[in-house]
C-alpha cells in the first residue's frame, strides 16, 4: 500500500487541482477495499446405470443428478462412465467500510449446465453465471440463492446438490432485507405449468408480480435453524387464455450436532401448493393448465442427513431424500409425481485445502401412470479449495 500511495501523490501532482483531489479519494477508497479470489477445482469420474438407457452425452443428467432427468433413450446402453471437471468454479469479492456503509460485491461462475462443448476432442465449455450481487448494509440486489433456500443445511456429497428431491433450490435476482435473523425479499417471477392434454412443460411469459419470500434464522444452543415463508403468483396469458392461481409454500431447517465429536444430523422439510420449480430442481411443475383452469400442484419434500466423523482426516456422510406430488387433477399423460434418493460416501482431506472421495448414488423416479427409472452411480472425486 505504501507503493500505491506514493504512486497516487505523483500522479496527483500532475492533475488540476480538482481532478488530484478526486484522484486522491479514488485510491484512498482502493486502498480501503479488501479483494478476494476463491473458488476450487473439482474433477470428477462417474460410472453410472441407468435402468431406461442412457441420456446423451451432454444431458444435464450426466454432469449430476437432476431428477426426472433420468429417463434416457432405451436404445442405447444402459452403462456410462464420465469424466469432467466442469464443476470447477472461480469468484471475485470486494469489501468496504465507507462512509460507515459495509458494502460488497461478488461474481461467481462455473461451467456446469451448458451443452456448448464435446466429448471428442477438447471438452471446452463456457463459464454460466452463478452469483453477482452488491450488497449495500442490511440491503441486497442482484443474482444469487434464493432466501427461501438454506444452503447450510445441505450434506456433504460429492454429487452437486446431493439431496436433489429434499432442497429447496434456486438462484435468481432478486431485493433482500436483512435484519437480525429476518430476511425479506422480493425475488424474479417464474411459473411452470403442465400442460393438461399433452403433459409438456410450459413456461409462462406474464409473469408480473415478484415471489415474495419471508425467511427467520435462530440458534439453540450450538444448532442452527431455518423457517420459509413463499407466496407466489402462477399466471398464463397465452393462447387465448388469461387465468392464474396463487401459490405457497413452507420450509423447515436444521443443522444439529451429535456428541462431542464434529458430527452432525441436517435435514429438511418442505410443503407447498405450486411450489414448482423451488423444489425438486423442478421435478413437478406448479400447476396443471387445461380446460380454462390453472389448478396448483401439491407437493411436500424434505431429506435427513447424517455426517461421522471417523478421525480428523476421515468422514462420510448418509443421505435420503424424497418428494412427493398430489395432483387434483392429473394431465392425461404420464407426469414427474414421486421421487427418491440415497447416497453414501467417504471422504478423506490428507490437507485442508484437499477432499478426495467416493460415493454411491441409487434414484428412483416415478410417473402417474405407473412407470419409472433408476439410476445407480458410483462416483469419485478430487476437489482443491482455493
Do not use: C
Not at 450426466?62 to 470447477?88: C, K, L, N, W
Not at 387464455?241 to 413452507?250: I, N, Q, R, V
Not at 423442478?282 to 393448465?289: E, I, P, Q, S
Amino acid at each position: 500500500m505504501k507503493l500505491l500511495n506514493r504512486t497516487a501523490l505523483a500522479v496527483a501532482a500532475l492533475l488540476t487541482p480538482v481532478a488530484a483531489t478526486q484522484a486522491a479519494i479514488s485510491l484512498q477508497s482502493l486502498s480501503d477495499t479488501e479483494f478476494a479470489f476463491g473458488g476450487y477445482v473439482k474433477a470428477d469420474l462417474m460410472v453410472s446405470n441407468y435402468s431406461e438407457g442412457a441420456p446423451d452425452d451432454n444431458n444435464i443428467s450426466r454432469q449430476f443428478y437432476v431428477p426426472g432427468a433420468i429417463y434416457g433413450d432405451s436404445a442405447r446402453g444402459t452403462s456410462v462412465t464420465d469424466f469432467h471437471a466442469r464443476e470447477t468454479r472461480f469468484n471475485f469479492a470486494a469489501t468496504n467500510d465507507l462512509d460507515g456503509h459495509k458494502l460488497k460485491f461478488f461474481v461467481e461462475m462455473d461451467f456446469l449446465t451448458h451443452a456448448d462443448g464435446n466429448e471428442r476432442v477438447s471438452n471446452s465449455y463456457s463459464p454460466r453465471l452463478r452469483h453477482a450481487f452488491v450488497s449495500v448494509d442490511n440491503w441486497l440486489v442482484g443474482q444469487t440463492w434464493t432466501t427461501f433456500q438454506d444452503v447450510g443445511a445441505l450434506p456433504e456429497a460429492l454429487d452437486f446438490v446431493g439431496a436433489a428431491e429434499g432442497t429447496t433450490f434456486a438462484r435468481q435476482g432478486q431485493i433482500r432485507y436483512t435484519n437480525g435473523g429476518w430476511q425479506f425479499a422480493l425475488e424474479n417471477p417464474s411459473s411452470t405449468f403442465s400442460d393438461y392434454t399433452t403433459g409438456v412443460r410450459k413456461t409462462s411469459s406474464s409473469d408480473l408480480i415478484p415471489d415474495l419470500i419471508a425467511r427467520y434464522n435462530f440458534k439453540t444452543g450450538n444448532s442452527k435453524f431455518m423457517l420459509a415463508a413463499l407466496l407466489r403468483e402462477l399466471e398464463y396469458e397465452e393462447d387465448n387464455m388469461d387465468e392464474s392461481t396463487f401459490g405457497w409454500a413452507l420450509s423447515g431447517s436444521g443443522v444439529i450436532p451429535v456428541g462431542s465429536g464434529k458430527d452432525t444430523i441436517k435435514f429438511m422439510a418442505n410443503y407447498g401448493e405450486g411450489a414448482g420449480r423451488y423444489m425438486a430442481l423442478n421435478f413437478v411443475n406448479g400447476a396443471v393448465l387445461g380446460n380454462g383452469e390453472v389448478e396448483a400442484i401439491t407437493t411436500y419434500s424434505g431429506f435427513a442427513s447424517y455426517q461421522h466423523w471417523w478421525d480428523e482426516k476421515w468422514r462420510s456422510n448418509i443421505t435420503a431424500s424424497a418428494l412427493e406430488a398430489d395432483y387434483d387433477t392429473s394431465p392425461m399423460v404420464a407426469v414427474n409425481e414421486t421421487s427418491y434418493s440415497g447416497n453414501i460416501n467417504l471422504l478423506y482431506s490428507p490437507v485442508k485445502p484437499i477432499t478426495v472421495g467416493v460415493e454411491y448414488l441409487y434414484a428412483l423416479n416415478e410417473r402417474t401412470d405407473g412407470s419409472d427409472a433408476d439410476l445407480s452411480r458410483f462416483m469419485f472425486s478430487l476437489k482443491y479449495v482455493l
